[in-house]
């Protein structure tokens, strides 16, 4: 095996030597002729971690990054701990001077004390963030339960001329969120149910049906159906393909998994298609992706059904690959595909009826635009059915 691995390794060389001959060069006067030799032996190894970063990144791919030793850790310790803000429930992400709320957790903390997705957060308490990575942030939120945090927040509405910027006092505490929450509404002799899902877990699809039956059980009959996907990024494939089953006859297409290096899957329906022909209104938005967004576009064109507000267009999928040294490569091995064999990768599921949701009555009262609409549009599929 290592004869092998050793041939393969000569191979690589050979092919890809000429590629390489001015970054041998540079590296061969350096060492020949560079004054400092001292300060050239301290600094190889970061010359080198830093040409591998900007080798990937000249890619233009988001999702292929190599990670130095000390950003790889950063980003483990991140994910160990969901990379969520401790006690308000909210994502962020870390930018030039600022962290931006990339997700809002649905009756969180958070939610309730009014912070929305896109949010700019600019200082915790008296402590600025420019010079602060993620993780830090995460640290500098986090505190015991029932204790307050103060953020100073920036915003824009699409029609403001300008940003505000103002203080937004939170509450920490330890929530339990559901991964599935449901609601009934009688509008006319007709129950509506609405779904909404938080979080996909190997336990989503089993406590969705346990809402429809829970619902059925209670009215009888359901007439139609709401289903929630707003808020979410990211999500199990394995998951979503699973909850999508319920919903179409055996053998339906549903995503397809293209790679370069391994064999192409096609994602087909099993079996239990017990929620299928029920008029079906799905909720998006800009945060909608991943996983969420195969199960809004298996809808789409399966069935035609409205889809709401152009999500976010992620449908790559990443290994990563450790290194010795403690560095790492997250890079991307393969594409989803719709059942139409379409990638959205930067190009969005796009709905059929866009509306936006208007975050200034959502706060003042909750009001939900997109579900009123969701609702009226239901209401006219049912006269047509």
Known sequence: MLRKQNTILEKFMQNHESRYTKFTAIDQLLESEYYDQELLARSTNQMVEWALAWYVWALDDPYTVYLKEEENTELTNELEESAWFAWIWAVIEKQNSYALISEVLKWSPAAQAGILPMDRIYMVEDQTLEDLTAQEIVQLIRWEKWTEVNLFIERQWKDWSENVRFWIPITRDNVSIPSVSSELFKIWDKNMLYLEI???????????????????????????????????????????????????????????????????????????????????????????????????????????????????????????????????????????????????????????????????KYIADWTDTQLDKAKEELLKIINNW
Not at 331 to 353: A, E, F, H, L, Q
């Open 198 to 360: 938080s979080i996909i877990s190997s336990h989503t699809t089993s406590l969705l049906l346990n809402e429809f039956r829970d619902a059925t059980n209670e009215v009888g009959k359901i007439d139609w159906i709401i289903l929630d996907l707003r808020w979410n990024s990211w999500g199990y494939l394995e998951e979503a393909v699973k909850l999508l089953w319920h919903f179409f006859p055996k053998d339906t297409l549903l995503v397809k998994s293209k790679y370069k290096a391994y064999e192409d899957i096609d994602h087909l329906s099993e079996w239990r298609w017990e929620l299928w022909n029920y008029p079906i209104v799905i909720l998006v938005d800009q945060l909608t992706a991943s996983a969420w967004e195969i199960i809004a576009i298996a809808f789409q064109e399966n069935w035609k059904i409205i889809i709401w507000a152009q999500t976010f267009w992620k449908w790559s999928i990443q290994s990563v690959q450790d290194f010795t040294d403690g560095s790492s490569l997250k890079y991307t091995v393969g594409k989803r595909y719709s059942p139409n064999d379409i990638n959205i990768d930067w190009i969005w599921v796009t709905p059929d009826i866009e509306i936006e949701r208007d975050y200034e």
